[in-house]
Each structure stands twice: as C-alpha cells, then as structure tokens.
C-alpha cells in the first residue's frame, strides 16, 4: 500500500474506533463476495409494480413493428 493509502486506513480505523485489519477484512468481503449479496427483487423491490400495461407482453400489438 501505498502512503496516502495507509494513511486513509489509519484515519478511519481512528474514526470508527476500529483495528486496521478489522476494517481492511470488512472491505475485503464487501469487495470479494465475502458478505451476503442483495438479489435483483431486494434491489429493484422500490419500482416493482410502478410500471403500468399488460403484464403478458405476448399480447401486445405489434403496431408500426420495424418500420417508420
């Protein structure tokens, strides 16, 4: 690491109150896939059912499909 680097990481080790490795391994599993995941429905479920229309999309017409 560089300087500016450790530097950050001590300052917010001091800030939270926290070891540097702590923090190091906390942004590691954050980073790496360590930590649980958010699926698609926990990340979008503040917009479903904000769309309106037929919710079977086969059934819309293909009106001026492809052309001007």
Do not use: F, N
């Not at 906390?26 to 479903?48: N, V």
């Amino acid at each position: 690491m560089d300087r500016k680097q450790i530097a950050l990481l001590r300052e917010r080790a001091k800030v939270l109150r926290r070891s540097q490795a702590a923090i190091v391994r906390e942004l590691i599993d954050e980073h790496l896939g360590g930590g649980k995941r958010p699926s698609l429905y926990e990340q979008a479920k503040d917009i479903c059912g904000s769309v309106r229309g037929s919710q079977d999309l086969s059934t819309r017409p293909l009106t001026r499909y492809g052309r001007e």
